[in-house]
């Protein structure tokens, strides 16, 4: 039995989630908005979209739901689950997957930024 392709999870995770371009996000957000780097933090240091917080795509889910050996913190960003959110990554996959995750925990209002910083730096 073969599993499915890269490709194969990030066409089904897109098939479920919502994706805004980089001019959408550009033009503005909801005011309670969080913009979240999905990347690893020497990618976030190495430049991000002003406002971001990082949040690195591994450990989201223990940001929302917070693990006792993992020190228990729920990230500030993550406690409501219908604030609006929106995730990026280098070039839209993991955020994809970042944000099917967390419509799958209960989050309402999550999108994921198509083209990522790739897109971002294309449109300056």
Same mark, same amino acid.
């Given at each position: 039995m073969s599993g499915l392709t890269m490709e194969q999870l990030l066409a089904a995770a897109r098939s479920r989630i919502r994706e805004v371009s980089v001019e959408e996000l550009r033009s503005g957000v909801e005011k309670d908005a969080v913009i979240i780097d999905v990347r690893e933090p020497e990618e976030h240091a190495s430049g991000h979209i002003p406002g971001s917080i990082n949040i690195p795509r591994g450990v989201i889910e223990s940001e929302v739901d917070p693990r006792p050996e993992m020190g228990g913190v729920i990230a500030p960003e993550l406690q409501d689950r219908n604030r609006p959110i929106y995730l990026y990554c280098r070039s839209g996959?993991?955020? &994809? %997957? &970042? &944000?099917?995750? %967390?419509?799958?925990?209960?989050f309402t209002r999550v999108a994921s930024v198509a083209g990522g910083m790739l897109a971002w730096n294309s449109t300056r």
């Open positions: 996959g993991r955020s &994809a %997957l &970042a &944000a099917d995750t %967390l419509q799958k925990m209960g």
